[in-house]
T-cell receptor, first 113, second 113 residues
Framework: DAGVTQSPTHLIKTRGQQVTLRCSPK?????VSWYQQALGQGPQFIFQ???????QRGNFPDRFSGHQFPNYSSELNVNALWLGDSALYLC????????????FGPGTRLLVL | RKEVEQDPGPFNVPEGATVAFNCTYS??????FFWYRQDCRKEPKLLMS?????NEDGRFTAQLNRASQYISLLIRDSKLSDSATYLC??????????????WGLGTSLGVNP
């Protein structure tokens, strides 16, 4: 059983560009959350998707948007990239039925130059 | 006061040592608590969930003190493979609703031969 997968693993962009990151949850998981983890910091909650809708959002600007597809996979889009957006972007999925434990993907490391 | 605060690191201990980390939280209504470990440049992985007063899993013991609002993680007989960053996570919402998980900054542990 594959765990949570994310693509790409690494990405380099320049300021002002747009980026799309992708996540496939574990089999049987229907809830996907996205986190941003800057170097030396803990993960910061961006938003969560369930039933193809954004259910909750952290303290991130509208430049950060997302989507969830019928197969529960998800995308994170960031527009007008800033240098400060450089971070590890983590996707976490949760088991259907409201179980609390989240399982993280390996992350996408984004560098904005 | 930060919502979740952890011991400043790094902790450097010899193999076989016992080491303890503390984590304090500010929201007295917090419902559930977790310890994750994160290896360098990897995703966080759940180490232990902490409900009621605490629990034990092999060499790892987590304890919860609601009155003083702290969680501790005790590692006995440290192994080289225990070297990682340990993240404390607090859920201020009822169990099953983890949209607002709050992450500490982590404590770095190095176990030396």
């Amino acid at each position: 059983d594959a765990g949570v997968t994310q693509s790409p693993t690494h990405l380099i962009k320049t300021r002002g560009q747009q980026v799309t990151l992708r996540c496939s949850p574990k089999s049987g998981h229907d809830t996907v959350s996205w986190y941003q983890q800057a170097l030396g910091q803990g993960p910061q909650f961006i938003f969560q998707y369930y039933e193809e809708e954004e259910r909750q959002r952290g303290n991130f600007p509208d430049r950060f948007s997302g989507h969830q597809f019928p197969n529960y996979s998800s995308e994170l889009n960031v527009n007008a990239l800033w240098l400060g957006d450089s971070a590890l972007y983590l996707c976490a999925s949760r088991l259907r039925g409201g179980q609390e434990t989240q399982y993280f993907g390996p992350g996408t490391r984004l560098l904005v130059l | 006061r930060k919502e979740v605060e952890q011991d400043p690191g790094p902790f450097n201990v010899p193999e076989g040592a016992t080491v303890a980390f503390n984590c304090t939280y500010s929201n007295s209504a917090s419902q559930s608590f977790f310890w994750y470990r994160q290896d360098c440049r990897k995703e966080p992985k759940l180490l232990m969930s902490v409900y009621s007063s605490g629990n034990e899993d092999g060499r790892f013991t987590a304890q919860l003190n609601r009155a003083s609002q702290y969680i501790s993680l005790l590692i006995r007989d440290s192994k080289l493979s225990d070297s990682a960053t340990y993240l404390c996570v607090v859920n201020p919402l009822p169990a099953g609703n983890n949209r607002k998980l709050i992450w500490g900054l982590g404590t770095s542990l190095g176990v030396n031969p």
